[in-house]
């Protein structure tokens, strides 16, 4: 049996830059029974919801700065990786069967979709700079997406548990022998690799034709930005260069006021 998470506090999460966020009694209730079927699971998906606050945190950042980000994360979300593969291989195999992880996949997506809802409607709710402002609009479409994939009778045409389950398996199952093996589920919980946003895209949690969106969105952003700081730095080396100025007099005033003058040079 995998080792079980430390003790986490089930009436919040941590997502920075927005700091705490507090759950209400359903969320906690509702946090609890999730901490209880697969607690290993939920700490990962906690831990991912910091790495992603960070990151956007983070903003633009070098790439150097942000890769730091996960290196500094990923050690631990491997080993609550570790214990989650553990606890779901109930026959004691080494291996996940194709009804094993059936039960994982059913406990990620179902935990994943919980924190990133709780995590999106507070973010949406909470007044950011430009960067999180020009996010929102995406926020609220993966948010709508999450809903349709998981409100009964709202799911989309050809998805389904059965569907979804064969494409996240066929994306694990590497050697195609019919058994998830520990290493590949790691890396796929493993966040910046390929394999992880494959898992995502399989499960439905991440939708291609959104991610592709964004991505389009951000790159206007960006070389938008970039336009500007050239236009900004055609217009400083045009204008012409200040003449410095030699040190002047002083004058005191009638009531003691002392007033300091500068003389141009030439006058």
């Known amino acids: ?19 705490v966020i507090r759950l209400d009694a359903w969320q906690r209730g509702q946090l609890k029974e999730m901490e209880r079927a697969a607690p290993n ?21 070098a790439p150097m700065l942000l890769a730091g980000v996960l290196e500094a994360h990923n050690p631990k979300l491997r080993a609550l990786a ?9 026959s004691r195999t080494g291996t996940l069967s194709r009804a094993e992880s059936r039960t994982f996949f059913d406990d990620y997506v179902r935990i994943a979709v919980f924190i990133n809802m709780a995590v999106t409607h ?19 479409e993966q948010l709508q997406l999450l809903h349709q994939r998981t409100a009964p009778g709202h799911r989309p045409e050809g998805f389904d548990g059965k569907s979804r389950d064969e494409a996240a398996f066929g994306v694990l199952d590497k050697n195609g022998n019919g058994q998830l093996v520990e290493e590949e589920v790691v890396e796929a919980l493993t966040p910046g690799t390929p394999q992880q946003n494959q898992l995502m895209l399989a499960l439905g949690i991440k939708d291609a034709a959104l991610l592709k969106k964004t991505i389009e969105e951000l790159h206007e952003q960006i070389v938008a930005q970039a336009i500007e700081l050239e236009q900004l730095e055609n217009v400083k080396r045009e204008l012409a260069p200040i003449p410095p100025r030699s040190p002047g007099g002083t004058m005191t005033l009638a009531d003691g006021t002392v007033i300091h003058s500068s003389v141009a040079p030439g006058v």
């Open 82 to 90: 570790r214990a989650s593969f553990e606890v779901h291989d109930t």
């Open 1 to 19: 049996m995998g080792c079980h998470s430390s003790k986490q506090d089930s009436a919040e999460l941590v997502f920075p830059p927005w700091g």
């Open 41 to 61: 699971l939920v700490a990962y998906h906690k831990q991912t919801m910091q790495v992603t606050g960070e990151l956007m945190g983070a903003g633009c950042a």
């Open 122 to 140: 507070h973010v949406l709710a909470t007044d950011g700079g430009p960067a999180l402002e020009a996010l929102k609009p995406m926020m609220r």
